[in-house]
């Protein structure tokens, strides 16, 4: 029997190693339910979904080079939030 | 209904954590219930001064155990609570905080939410939201069976800092001689990499795996900090060891609050938009237009990042560094 046990937020099912199966892999697997552990019925229950928009404004800088949307990026965006926190002159 | 906070004082972001689950609570005091108590955990090496400072509740029950392990807390929680009629506990945000929550819930037949961001209560009782799909989706559970056991999510909500009470209520317990290690045998602490506190920077520059090299990487992180910006990394970086985890920016490293936020070759995987979301501002540079992170920045370069970034560089002029 495996039980896999972990005490870390990811909920990854941990996979027999290499040695694992050399050892085990013959024997035969006994596959046992949930229902066998006696665990409590479910104590919450799902109401509600609502889908969550992470979207802003997106809004693409236009310009035939690096430089030329480098400069309208610093102009028109970031010189005047830079400067209002102080960041820039 | 009876309600009390758990605290963590062995850690060293317990002032964070108790000023992140006093917001948390402030959004929900209007409803009621407000916790009036608080159990706070701590050992013979922290300062009860500064423990006693950070108390979110007029009552405070101080626990001194001889170690935080789970196993010990859960069995010192259970002294504490033998005979109380609590009915809704409220742990910490982050990793310990859920682990006490969903445990603690289980030990005392009750039921228990985690990584929660808004609690109401309705007719129908006490109803729990937390994202779930990826973010994409808020989900609400109604929790049925007391006691309630809440942990926010991480970066839920800021902080509100608390203010020292001068009639603080204190009751004590010395549980130092409980000895529930569980399954550990014996265990050491080993301090990891000191984080760097990317949380309150004002610029923020972003490099995920569309960087490709450590080179780029490091070439990235120098053109951040000559902009007088601090820089972070994407989970792929980090996982490609082109930079530290102390740099990590996402659900397991930092969620940032920067006044501005250039996000340079990341995708805007679900789990790292989590940690600049609370931008201001979003800047994306990416040479895919459908990107993800395009849609979720105010404004976005369609280009390779490098040479955007080479020609920012040569514009601006920091007049202080901006970490």
């Not at chain 2, 609400?140 to 603080?168: M, Q, W, Y």
Request: hydrophobic share 40%; with cysteine.
């Amino acid at each position: 029997m495996v039980i896999s046990v972990g005490d870390a937020p990811c909920s990854y099912l941990r996979k027999p190693t290499l040695r694992d199966r050399l050892n085990y892999g013959k024997k035969t697997i006994e596959v046992l339910s949930a229902h066998a552990f006696d665990l409590p019925a479910e104590t919450e229950a799902l109401t509600e979904l609502s889908i969550l928009r992470h979207e802003r404004a997106g809004k693409i800088i236009e310009g035939e080079s690096p430089a030329e949307k480098a400069a309208v990026l610093y102009e028109a965006y970031l010189k005047p939030v830079l400067r209002e926190k102080k960041v820039l002159h | 209904m009876k309600a009390k906070c758990i605290l963590n004082g062995c850690v060293a972001t317990f002032q964070a954590q108790a000023e992140e689950l006093n917001g948390f609570l402030d959004g929900f005091s209007g409803i009621g219930n407000r916790p009036d108590s608080t159990i706070l955990f701590y050992t013979d090496k922290e300062d009860r001064g500064v423990l006693l400072g950070c108390v979110p509740t007029d009552c405070v029950e101080l626990v001194r155990v001889a170690c935080y392990q789970p196993e010990t807390i859960l069995a010192a929680l259970q002294h504490v609570e033998d005979k109380a009629d609590t009915g809704l506990y409220f742990f910490p945000s982050g990793f310990s905080g859920a682990d006490l929550a969903v445990r603690w819930a289980f030990r005392r037949k009750g039921s228990s939410l985690v990584q929660v961001e808004q609690v109401v209560f309705d007719t129908h009782g006490l109803i729990a939201k937390k994202k779930a799909y990826a973010d994409h989706v808020l989900a609400s559970f109604r929790l049925d069976r007391k006691p309630f056991c809440i942990a926010p999510a991480k970066g839920c909500v800021e902080r509100l800092p608390i203010k020292g009470r001068t009639n603080l209520q204190i009751i004590e317990h010395d549980l130092t001689g409980l000895k529930k290690d569980g399954f550990v045998r014996d265990y050491q602490w080993s301090p990891a990499e000191q984080a760097r506190d990317l949380e309150n920077v004002k610029l923020l520059i972003v490099g995920g795996r569309g960087l490709g090299t450590r080179e780029n990487v490091h070439q990235l992180r120098d053109m951040a900090h000559a902009m007088g910006a601090e820089f972070g990394i994407s989970r792929p970086v980090a996982l490609n060891a082109w930079e530290g985890m102390h740099r990590l920016i996402g659900v397991s490293g930092t969620l940032a609050r920067p006044e501005v936020c250039i996000a340079a070759g990341v995708s805007g995987a679900a789990a790292f938009y989590a940690g600049i979301e609370k931008s201001k501002f979003i800047i994306g540079i990416n040479t895919d237009s459908q990107a993800r992170i395009v849609k979720a920045a105010d404004v976005a370069v369609i280009d390779d990042y490098k040479a955007v970034m080479e020609e920012l560089l040569k514009i601006i002029q920091p007049t202080e560094p901006a970490r």
